[in-house]
């Protein structure tokens, strides 16, 4: 049949025709262009047919059109088959489409038919029109699929609608039928469907005024949301068997708020091994009292029927169903559900008549209904009847829901179940709220087996009032009329003597209440009002009495420490100024200028840490202070050390000095004493060995403390070694000093004197951190200010001097120029030339001065001759040396002898 290009691919009947088809088989029957319809029927033309069947046939018509069997323009067309097998016929046409298409009022009965493995892409079995009757009698159906969800048997529309028969206006009737597998869940989501949102029902959905007639038919295993949703409609069931099904809302669904109604009459039927939600087979909720829908189930069987909730076979929660559900001689076996095994109606008086309703009360939870009661569980309370003090909360309210059997009704425990429609909702409300309030949560939600209220917060006048606890919503349950309790609240007289009366929560409204602190005051504080400890005649300071008071600076003393630090900082810069511009005189060159520099940097840095111990601690400034100090100290003292150091080897070594290697191991003697504390501080950051730690004073007042590792102990030592080398040296070279412009001793022993009462001071640890941060402070003043008086102050004191005095004689000429040789000669050397004496040269002035017979320029004989013999003998010591800028031992003793003998 390949190349078909219209309908009436076995038969095209039209005008009154009758026709009759006996023992007929036909296959491949294929037209992919055009409609495949094997039967087509029209004006009044009639069609019989016997023992027919049909193998592979596949259509690709237009909308509505039938694959098998079409009929069209014409009002009574009857069509009777007795025998009948289709098998795999399939519309291809992605249009709504169908197998069997029955026209207005026309007559079509089956008997004895098989329907297998047919279907299509939107395709039904058969569309019925209005005033229209199809009688189907031995129908079977068997893997019927189509991709999009649409009604097994139905009528032309434009939605879509997952049921298997839709009617409207008809008369239909399913008699001696079995229809199984039908709508499979994973079939129906194969394609997605546009109209979802159309209330679903899977067996019967109909519209109008119908006439529908099932009689020993068998339903088996079919999967949806609900069975039978009718319209003014007119149900028979007579001998059904429906099993092994899910429905979630049962297999009969009535429920007047949603539109649906009805007439059901069930007789004779069975139900068994079908699960839902809520009963299994009936699910009936809200029917008007004055309604004209009636269900009538006589005679049937209820057996091995399960539901998730509620009503294993039977859910009835209208409030006047009982006028419109009657079941006689009906037997119940070995249903289930957690609440109501057979039966779950929403009261005891509304449920169902049926009429062995003692025997299934008689079975503990086989009769069950919606919550109708709440009672108290805590009896201190069931006089209903509270007192408390404005600001009191109220007492844990617990209730507990029961229905008409005394049965104990509850909310769902897995929170991974939980839906939200599943949680009640229950809240707490007072009568009078201009003169009571409620404080904090108000609504709460049950769960498991009971219903905790909020412990509200009451604050109000003093008075008797009305608490309402009620339930807002009811989960899984329905409303229910005794759904709240009473209880008298009084709000007692506050008794100011133990408690505190005053406006807290409330700017109109008082709270009495006893002072509560969580946590309680400590260190014997005393608790005056909530959470606010009263700390007087403590030690202890904060919100609970459990801080230290923070030591305070004095003010003054640190601005006068900064504002003299500050001073100095600027007579250092000055005095390095003036050191760079003398830097070529002979007493500022005798004594190094580099090193000079490097002694008036270091104590800049040293002063710079006296500006931080005027402020408050961090880990970071605690570093800085340590290498600040250290780094001042190894500049000053690192300098001072090698100075004195090569002095003691001049005069105490029999051994020519190199200046050059000299001064590149002083440079790194400086350099390596300065390391040392860097690499020092370097190992704690990177090992984290440092902190803040907290002291308290005598009288327990807190401050920060800079702690260092037990390494700084390396520290102190070694500072210590270098200071004790420096004093032995220049104790050792205590006379030569005498002779010579540099006072290195003293500059050592105030450092020494000083650095082991500091490091005595600092170990104490009753001593507060003002006492510390001032001896350190003075401590570090007066050193620097030691070391730039006598080894910068004095120089340039002397220099002015020296220049005064060259104006006043010839002898002070002599005497200078002679000092600057001497200088210039000794410029890489900390010691001066053993020649003429400052008191010898000052002796030799005062006797040229006092000469008031003689001239400037025409001094005493004798004293003539002693200056030029004297002057003679220093330029006869400094030639001696001038070869070398540093002279041996021998020669600087054997001059001297020299000149002390002439």
């Not at 339930?471 to 100011?496: A, M, R, V």
């Not at 600076?553 to 900082?569: A, K, Q």
């Not at 402070?777 to 004095?794: D, E, M, R």
């Not at 001696?880 to 020669?891: I, L, M």
Request: proline share 2%; with cysteine.
């Amino acid at each position: 049949m390949e190349g078909m290009k219209g309908g009436g691919l076995i038969m095209n009947i039209e005008k009154y025709v009758s026709a009759k088809v006996e023992l007929y088989h036909a296959e491949n029957l294929i037209n992919h262009y055009s409609s495949g319809s094997a039967f087509i029927l029209s004006n009044y033309a009639s069609l019989t047919i016997r023992n027919l069947e049909i193998y592979n046939m596949v259509g690709n018509g237009p909308e509505n059109d039938g694959l098998f069997y079409h009929s069209h323009d014409s009002s009574f067309i009857t069509l009777n088959v007795n025998g009948l097998r289709l098998n795999n016929l399939r519309q291809e046409s992605k249009r709504d489409s169908t197998i069997i298409f029955i026209d207005y009022k026309n007559i079509a009965t089956f008997e004895n038919v098989e329907v297998i493995n047919c279907g299509g892409y939107q395709t039904s079995l058969i569309y019925q029109q209005g005033d229209s009757l199809v009688r189907l009698t031995n129908f079977q159906v068997d893997g019927y699929k189509s991709i999009l969800p649409k009604e097994l048997i139905g009528y032309v529309s434009d939605d879509i609608n997952d049921v298997l028969f839709r009617m409207r206006n008809t008369r239909f009737h399913l008699i001696n039928s079995e229809i199984k597998n039908i709508r499979a869940c994973d079939e129906c989501k194969k394609e997605p469907n546009p109209y979802d949102n159309v209330q679903k029902g899977v067996i019967l959905l109909v519209e109008g005024y119908n006439t529908i007639l099932f009689n020993n038919t068998t339903f088996d295993n079919l999967y949806g949301d609900i069975g039978v949703i009718m319209v003014y409609t007119k149900l028979d069931v007579y001998n059904n068997t429906i099993k092994n099904s899910y429905l979630k809302d049962g297999f009969f669904f009535m429920d007047e708020l949603r539109s649906t109604s009805g007439l059901y009459t069930i007789e004779d039927s069975t139900f068994e091994n079908n699960t839902s939600d809520c009963g299994s087979i009936f699910h009936l909720e809200y029917l008007e009292r004055y309604t004209g829908s009636t269900i009538i189930c006589n005679n049937s069987l209820f057996r091995n029927n399960t539901a998730k909730r509620f009503g294993g076979a039977v859910y009835s929660v209208g409030e006047f169903n009982n006028y419109h559900f009657t079941m006689t001689n009906n037997k119940f076996i070995n249903n289930h559900a957690l609440q109501g095994s057979s039966l779950y109606g929403y009261s005891r008086e509304s449920l169902p008549v049926v009429s062995n309703l003692r025997e299934l009360e008689s079975v503990k939870g086989n009769v069950a209904t919606n919550p109708t009661s709440m009672r108290l569980v805590n009896n201190t309370y069931n006089n209903h009847k509270i007192s408390l003090l404005s600001g009191d909360t109220l007492p844990d309210i617990i209730c507990e829901l029961y229905d008409d059997y005394n049965n104990l009704r509850t909310f769902e425990t897995d929170i991974n179940n939980a839906k939200y429609d599943d949680f009640a909702l229950i809240s707490v409300e007072i009568n009078d709220t201009y003169n009571t309030k409620l404080l904090g949560q108000v609504q709460n939600y049950c769960w498991s087996d009971n219903c905790i209220f909020p412990a509200a917060k009451v604050i109000g006048n003093p008075g008797v009032y009305s608490l309402k606890f009620f339930f807002e919503t009811y989960g899984p349950y329905l409303k229910f009329k005794k759904n709240y309790i009473d209880i008298q609240l009084e709000i007692q007289e506050c008794d100011t003597v133990d408690h505190i009366y005053q406006s807290v929560e409330s700017p109109i409204l008082k709270s009495c209440y006893k002072p509560k602190c969580v946590p309680a005051c400590n260190n014997s504080g005393k608790c005056i009002n909530n959470n606010v400890c009263n700390c007087n005649n403590t030690k202890f300071t904060g919100k609970y009495c459990n801080e230290h008071e923070q030591l305070k600076r004095n003010e003054i003393i640190d601005m006068l420490i900064d504002l003299v630090t500050s001073l100095l900082i600027f007579s250092t810069f000055l005095i390095i100024i003036i050191t760079i511009f003398l830097r070529d005189h002979p007493n500022i060159k005798g004594g190094g200028t580099d090193f000079l520099i490097i002694i008036l940097v270091g104590s800049i840095i040293s002063l710079t840490y006296v500006l931080y111990l005027t402020i408050e601690r961090t880990v970071l400034r605690c570093y800085q202070m340590y290498l600040l100090n250290n780094t001042g100290f190894s500049l000053v003292f690192g300098s001072i050390y090698v100075k004195s150091y090569r002095i003691y080897k001049i005069y105490f070594r029999h051994r020519t000095l190199r200046i050059r290697n000299n001064k590149y191991y002083m440079y790194m003697t400086i350099i390596l004493i300065t390391l040392y504390h860097w690499i020092l501080a370097l190992l704690w950051i990177v090992f984290d060995t440092f902190s803040l730690e907290s002291h308290l004073t005598t009288d327990y007042k807190e401050f920060q403390k800079c702690h260092y590792p037990p390494t700084k102990n390396l520290s102190t030592i070694f500072n210590f070694v270098v200071l004790m080398a420096g004093f032995i040296i220049s104790y050792n070279i205590r006379h030569v000093e005498k002779k010579y412009k540099e006072n290195l001793g003293i500059p050592v022993y105030t450092y020494t004197i000083f650095m082991i009462i500091i490091e005595f001071i600092n170990t104490q640890n009753d001593i507060n951190i003002k006492v510390l941060d001032l001896f350190n402070a003075l401590g570090t003043i007066i050193n620097t200010s030691v070391i730039l008086y006598y080894l910068f102050i004095k120089k340039f004191y002397d220099i002015y001097f020296s220049r005064l005095n060259n104006q006043g004689s010839r002898v002070i000429v002599f005497n200078s120029s002679l000092q600057k040789n001497q200088n210039y000669n000794n410029s890489s050397s900390p010691i001066d030339s053993p020649g003429l004496s400052r008191r010898r040269i000052n002796n030799i002035e005062k006797q040229s001065c006092n000469s008031s017979n003689s001239s400037v320029n025409s001094p005493p004989l004798g004293l003539l001759r002693i200056k030029l013999h004297d002057i003679n003998r220093s330029n006869e010591y400094i030639s001696s040396t001038s070869s070398s800028p540093y002279a041996s031992k021998n020669q600087l003793i054997n001059t001297r002898n020299n000149s002390i003998n002439s």
